[in-house]
């Protein structure tokens, strides 16, 4: 006989760029142009490990105080973030395989609504540009929960927001059920840990290696090893 945890459908929390689409790179590109645009600066793309809140309204916060000592003033910012999407629609014209969904992702979905397990978005960018990426992949028809910077600065109170997108139900009450975060980054990964969550990488090359170097336990290079009848991990 099952028990009532046993009905507590698992909860999945879901990062955008590298882990559903391959477009970390060209994001992060992306990102550092269009801040050269509305700031006037080289655009040379930075590292992101080297900030404190790794999604878009914390790097621009913070680079803007090292760089010029202040908050960016609030047209600038629109300026940053139009030609940000502008810079992604470009990409995406250019490059459209770094749009298409990750491998397995799509049957990995329709696993979880045929299961009945709670999946939500929690990304590091801003809505806009990330809602257009959904859109572009196909992956919008999903109709997921999406939280993003524009709901909060730090990493952990986005998936926070994801999670409180969720509708509460008798097997899905806002403190139950188990929350598993499926990322790419080192910050995904703390942030979950910080949280007290499950995480799953989605990664190969240098990202696993970092990812398995500050503690993730399972790693995967995409989606097909997280099917039940796929590959084994």
């Known amino acids: 006989m099952q028990s009532a945890s046993d ?49 878009d309204s914390g790097i621009l916060q913070e680079w803007h105080r090292r760089r010029f000592g202040t908050d960016p003033a609030e047209g600038a910012v629109r300026a940053m973030r139009e030609a940000f999407l502008s ?14 969904p990750v491998a397995g992702v799509e049957r990995w979905l329709d696993r979880r609504a045929e299961r009945g397990e709670p999946v939500a978005l929690a990304t590091g960018g801003w809505g806009h540009t990330a809602r257009f990426k959904l859109d572009r992949s196909g992956l919008a028809r999903y109709r997921l929960p999406l939280a993003s910077s524009d709901d909060a600065v730090r990493r952990v109170d986005i998936m926070l927001a994801a999670r ?16 598993t975060f499926i990322g790419d980054g080192v910050w995904d990964l703390r942030a979950s840990q910080e949280l007290g969550w499950d995480f799953i990488g989605l990664a190969s090359g240098d990202r696993r290696r970092r990812l398995l170097e500050a503690g993730a336990k399972r790693v995967v290079p995409d989606f097909r090893r997280l099917v039940p009848d796929g590959p084994p991990a």
Request: glycine share 10%; aromatic share 8%; with cysteine.
């Open 7 to 55: 009905c507590i459908p698992m909860i999945y929390i879901l990062d955008i760029d590298g882990t559903l689409i391959p477009s970390a790179e060209i994001d992060n590109t992306c990102y550092w142009q269009a801040a050269g645009r509305a700031f006037g600066v080289s655009g040379e793309p930075l590292a992101l490990h080297g900030f404190h809140d790794v999604t």
């Open 87 to 100: 810079l992604t629609r470009e990409a995406a014209a250019r490059d459209p395989r770094a749009f298409r």
């Open 164 to 179: 409180e997108l969720l509708p509460a139900s008798p097997g899905n009450g806002k403190a139950s059920g188990d929350v």
